[in-house]
């Protein structure tokens, strides 16, 4: 479109008449997203009054706060439990998207739908469909037990293992589309070229196919890393009284305990997470890009 | 090669039964007879009929439909314009807007509940639908923007050119020319946007003041003070109208 700019073109790209369209829309993004991701910053470094107030003086006390073994544990539990998600997510969805990728055209289109159909029904809803199934009266245990599998129902339910199957669940389709883009996009030449040369297919898969849809695992890796990291529902109804999550930690500090400037402090340190894996992502994508035009 | 496509089809398979099976499940026992437990005991329609005459999940549902249509009309309203005006921008403004739209899509939901919670307390907004409306309205936008752009990538570029070589101010060609050409995508992204606002809890969970209480908040007060076959049909319930939705907002942008 831009390559056959016209005069007309040019025209109607009247950089005036752009700005009055864009405006109202990047304003309203301005005050109601960037401006209270400001505010939490800077409440970040207030503290809190006697009374649940905010006393706004400049203080690092949140932060130092954070340092507090309870709040480590909780930080350090997030990151665990949402590295396993990834992990999971990247095993599971990986020959999902390759199976994708290398159907034909115009199946490809229905079985991607098929993918994103459960991401766009409620998230409340998909989290209480596996309470419905691991809790102790549950399916699962339900049908464990008919089979004479196990002699008493099993506690699934309210646990880390039942954080990391909603998460995975909530989650995979975050995983599949990328990791499909990628694959999509690998020269099938230079599989056949491999399989030529007597490549075993473990060697193909870990020399050629994983190299080159690297961007696409990553995009995937932190498409659902970052969500699970801050997610707050998930543990709020499948885990138990310790699987708390950094999401749930903040949700708690705002609006249980009432001590906002540790909730943003919290918050911050999430945002700080987010940007910095983002940029990392980015930087690191950088030099097989290159490589790219350069070949 | 034929073995690994075998194993292949089967693992992506047992992916496609882990995505839909629990919420099969859950749609079959919203019919199941049975009260408590989670053994077949025959059809029953008695758990959605107890959910018409429940007057504070009407209620909800009303509120939830006006803060959907409210916030979906307004992030219409603000996401087509952006996404006009972008088309006209170039180089690193165009990218620079791009980036920072797409991080309300990016950061986690909690956050934005947070930060949207602190704005109106701290500028003494009191929370109602209003403010409910106004943060679904924040994250659909960047929703409507996307759809919408990939729908003008799309259109010939001719049309505008023959429309301002008739004489048509930029106004005019929009209004008759790329608007037309556009409806089918904006209807898409209304619809996603719409869904999107109904399905919406946490934002909503953090944004909406008392007696503000959305379907979400419904189902999810349900939740947590127990499990009752009541909640299984309204969860049917709510599938099945998103997923009619979004099936209806994929056609609309495919066209």
Known sequence: MKTSAPAGRAEFSGRAVCWWLIGPGLLWMGLLFFVPLCLVVVISFASRGTYGGLVWSFSLTNYLDLLHPLYARILGQSILLAAVTTVLCLIMGFPLAYFIARAAPRRQGVLLLLVMIPFWTNFLVRTYAWMFILRTEGLLNTLLLKLGVIAAPIELLYSNTAVVIGLVYAYLPFMVLPLYVALERVDRTLVEAAWDLYATRWTMLWRIIVPLARPGIMAGCLLVFIPSLGAFLTPDLLGGARSMMIGSLIQHEFLVARDWPLGAAISCLLMLFVVGMMSWSLHAAKPLSRQEDAS | ?255
Request: glycine fraction near 8%.
């Open chain 2, 1 to 255: 090669m034929k073995q690994a496509a075998g194993w292949l089809w089967r693992l992506s398979l047992a992916n496609l039964l882990f995505l839909y099976g629990p919420i099969a499940v859950l749609i079959l026992f919203s019919f199941n007879a049975s009260r408590l437990s989670a053994t077949w005991q025959g059809w029953t329609w008695q758990w959605y009929r107890a959910l018409w005459v429940n007057q504070a999940l009407l209620d909800a549902t009303v509120n939830s439909l006006c803060v959907a249509t409210v916030s979906t009309v307004l992030a219409l309203f603000l996401g087509v314009g952006l996404a006009l005006g972008l088309e006209g921008l170039t180089g690193r403004r165009q990218r620079q807007i791009e980036q920072a739209m797409l991080l309300p899509l990016v950061i986690p939901e909690v956050m934005m509940g947070v930060s949207l919670l602190l704005f109106f307390v701290l500028l003494q907004i009191p929370l109602s639908l209003m403010t409910v409306m106004m943060g679904h309205a924040l994250f659909n936008v960047p929703v409507v923007v996307i759809i919408v752009r990939a729908r003008l990538r799309k259109l010939d570029p001719r049309l505008l050119e023959v429309a301002a070589d008739l004489g048509a101010s930029y106004w005019d060609a929009l209004r008759h020319v790329t608007i037309p050409l556009l409806r089918p995508a904006i209807l898409g992204a209304g619809l996603m946007a719409f869904t999107i606002s109904l399905d919406d809890f946490i934002v909503t969970y953090f944004t909406a003041g008392p007696g503000a209480t959305t379907l979400p908040l419904k189902v999810y007060s349900m939740i947590k003070s127990g499990m009752s076959p009541e909640i299984n049909a309204l969860s049917a319930l709510f599938v099945m109208v998103s997923m009619g939705l979004i099936g209806l907002s994929l056609l609309l942008q495919r066209r």
